[in-house]
């Protein structure tokens, strides 16, 4: 049964600092989703990585995957409010099924 | 970018009537869609595989008489929650994927928000 693990699960964090969210799975998958969750709302998507050592980067946030290690990263780059979401990602559970398995989510908030 | 709808947003019913919720795909075909639900403060959790003109394929777990999908058309699936009960408010969501795109993108809908009372 594949497992998809987050952490942390709550992280709050200043404006204008660093920080990395981990997602580790339990079993192969060449296809990692990230999506940003805003209270009340469904998903935004963020990044869809198909590849060992894909890396994708939009404005702030920069996401990468080690499929050997069986982890996926989200980096967030000098933090802003507007950053303040909660952060899910999600693993194909078998190859191109489409049915995705969610980590826990990580609840962000970005501090003035 | 590819837009999936649901309908309604929102719905309060009573304990023991049934109520029916829609995804549509507005401008893409979608041979295969998604069912989640999410409780406050978790995780999305996968209900059910909605299958164009065939069964649907449910999730260890989900029953499959209490949470009726039909998938009629490339455009349409409908959930059908039967009998709610309170346990049953949730947040759900659909997603679908483009049936001519290799990209694997997956789009979500906005959700609809169930409150049994």
């Known amino acids: 049964e594949l497992k998809v693990e987050q952490n942390p699960l709550f992280l709050s964090m200043q404006e204008g600092k660093n920080y990395t969210i981990y997602c580790n799975y339990s079993?192969?998958?060449?296809?990692l989703y990230w999506y940003r969750q805003d209270p009340g709302k469904s998903l935004e998507s963020l990044f869809v990585?198909?590849?060992?050592?894909a890396v994708k980067q939009e404005g702030r946030l920069m996401a990468s995957l080690d499929t050997k290690a069986r982890l996926s990263t989200l980096h967030i780059t000098a933090a802003v409010h507007d950053l303040s979401a909660t952060y899910f990602c999600a693993v194909d559970a078998s190859s191109n099924t489409g049915k995705l398995i969610f980590g826990q989510g990580t609840t962000l908030q970005v501090k003035p | 970018g590819a837009v999936v709808s649901q309908h309604p947003s929102r719905v309060i019913c009573k304990s023991g009537t049934s109520v029916k919720i829609e995804c549509r795909s507005l401008?893409?075909?979608?041979?295969?869609m998604f069912w989640y639900r999410q409780f406050p403060k978790k995780s999305l959790m996968l209900m059910a595989t909605s299958n164009e003109g065939s069964k649907a394929t449910y999730e260890q777990g989900v029953e499959k008489d209490k949470f009726l999908i039909n998938h009629a058309s490339l455009t349409l699936s409908t959930l059908t929650v039967t009998s709610a009960h309170p346990e049953d408010s949730s947040f759900y969501i659909c997603s679908a994927r483009d049936a001519r795109r290799t990209s694997y993108e997956q789009y979500f809908g906005p959700g609809t928000r169930l409150t049994v009372t």
């Open positions: 079993t192969t998958s060449d296809r």
């Open positions: 401008d893409f075909q979608a041979t295969t």
């Open positions: 990585l198909l590849s060992n050592g």
